[in-house]
């Protein structure tokens, strides 16, 4: 059965090498995925599936109902961009100014198409059903629990979730596939320190939230150093810095925004608990005072054991003279974690990294790019790890 289907993936290569081009060329961000959805539910309608759109605001569901009864399968794939000016010279690169797929969900959306073509055509053979989810916003860490909200688990419920991530870092041909947490919870935060205004050259007269700010950066670093079990991850990080509008003015406040990953609830609220704490004592110390928010936008990604040890051995089967299985963990953050919650799953990265590039250029920069060559690779393993819940093992696959 898999090797049937790892030949009908490799002959979708070029449909799928095209269709992530015409996407990576017209890229929509969070929740602005108009096209982008209309594309994914006119495939799945042509494929025949039960399709539901504007499910969380721009995320589309296709249904592929088997003919016999067994298990659901909810296969996810994000499909927005990020605000990015690409910088790129492709011919296929991003003709949208400020915007660009820098991520891979570009491919993301190619390869779950081509899952649901490829097991369309054996809907006659399915013992359960594939619940095919096309997620939008996923870079703001909104669009899963948009569409949880308006009923993307139910009717049915998924019994496994499954998905991947083209990860750009690792050479095609290498799969990471690891058992409990593999990407961190995120969480944003904010912090408005205020002081009193005044002139530069006469800092006495007033208080300097600048001054305040830059202690807050340092201190709050001792947070991952000095309370956390060094066997813990934690990562804290300032991304910006918001204040004044002059040279020679102490402006009367700052802000900072950054971020929070973690692995484990329990950091989650012992990080938040003494972060808070060291800003409002920092800022009480410099004569200041400070305002905290903190926003949860995700929990960490945990891949079920079961599951995980189950799809390593159909990625053996598929793939073993490509295939070579390593660790990855990753303190990047995504929402798929919202499918995983309550259902087993597994979300594994497939190496995609693009060895023409003149140097390595990662997720999130303007160079962003993968080998395409992962695409197929990509729609044999997911299409063979879904194909072993819903396929009998005598299918011979065609």
């Given at each position: ?26 890229p929509e961000i969070a929740f602005q ?92 053979q399915l013992a359960g059903r594939i ?268």
């Open positions: 059965m898999y090797e049937q289907i790892k030949l009908q993936a490799y002959a979708l290569r070029d449909e799928l090498v095209a269709r992530r081009r015409d996407l990576h060329q017209h995925e108009i096209r982008t959805a209309g594309i994914v539910a006119g495939e799945l309608n042509a494929l025949g599936l039960e399709v539901q759109t504007g499910v969380g605001k721009t995320g589309v569901i296709g249904i592929l109902e088997g003919a016999h009864d067994g298990p659901t399968v909810l296969v996810r794939a994000d499909m927005d961009a990020l605000p990015i000016q690409e910088q790129n010279d492709f011919d296929y690169r991003s003709t949208v100014d400020g915007k660009m797929h820098a991520c891979g969900h570009d491919g993301h959306t190619s390869i779950a198409l081509g899952v649901a073509k490829l097991l369309s055509a054996q809907r006659h619940k095919f989810v096309f997620q939008p916003a996923e870079e703001i860490g909104r669009g899963a629990l948009a569409m949880v909200n308006d009923g993307a688990l139910n009717d049915p419920a998924p019994d496994v979730t499954l998905g991947l991530h083209l990860w750009n870092s690792i050479p095609v041909g290498t799969i990471g596939v690891a058992d409990g947490p593999v990407m961190s919870g995120a969480s944003n935060f904010s912090i408005t320190i205020t002081g009193k205004g005044g002139h530069a050259a006469s800092p006495q007269t007033g208080i300097d939230p600048v001054l305040c700010a830059a202690h807050i950066i340092t201190a709050i670093q001792s947070i991952v150093s000095r309370n956390i079990d060094p066997f813990e991850s934690v990562v804290i990080s300032v991304t910006q810095v918001l204040t004044g509008d002059a040279y020679n003015i102490i402006p009367q406040s700052a802000e900072l925004i950054g971020t929070i990953r973690t692995f484990k609830l329990d950091i989650r609220e012992q990080v938040e608990q003494r972060f808070r704490a060291v800003v409002e004592n920092m800022a009480q110390a410099m004569a200041c005072t400070a305002t905290v928010e903190v926003r949860h936008l995700t929990k960490a990604v945990q891949n079920d054991p079961t599951v995980s040890a189950h799809v390593r051995e159909v990625f053996r089967t598929v793939a073993p003279e490509l295939v070579q299985d390593i660790q990855v963990r990753t303190m990047g953050s995504e929402d798929v974690s919202e499918f995983m919650t309550d259902t087993p799953g597994l979300y594994f990265f497939v190496g995609a990294r693009d060895m023409t590039q003149d140097a390595y250029y990662g997720h999130h920069h303007p160079r962003f790019s993968i080998d395409e060559d992962a695409l197929p690779l990509s729609v044999a393993l997911l299409a063979s790890a879904v194909a072993s819940y819903v396929l009998p093992a005598s299918s011979d696959g065609t």
